[in-house]
């Protein structure tokens, strides 16, 4: 992974829920901070989706290596923003033997 250049911006997000004033919830993204990565695209596909087509792609994003437990981590169910691109982190496994970097399956759809 030498010379691996992780200069892409990323702002990490996490899901809650948040009371809608009228008895109920919302669900809202918050920004758990900034980390800097590299993309790779993956495959693509064209799906049916709920209003219409929808192109999904795939991406392995590489990123700096947190310790399990460190917020900023991402987990599956995160999402990571690239300001009106959102990745939907699917899986996060370390990409070296050494721990050092981290290897992010994400999904984007577009419609």
Known sequence: MAGLRMNVPLTLEQKHREADGMGGYRTVWRSLGLLYASMKSGSGRLSGGE?????????????????????????????????????????????????????????????
């Open 51 to 111: 209003v219409g087509p929808e192109s999904v792609s795939r991406w392995q994003i590489r990123l700096r290596a947190f310790p399990l437990g460190d917020p900023r981590r991402p987990v599956a169910g995160q999402r990571l923003r690239m300001g009106q691109r959102i990745f939907h982190v699917e899986a996060v496994a370390e990409a070296d033997v050494a721990g050092r970097y981290l290897r992010v399956s994400a999904r984007e759809d577009e419609r």
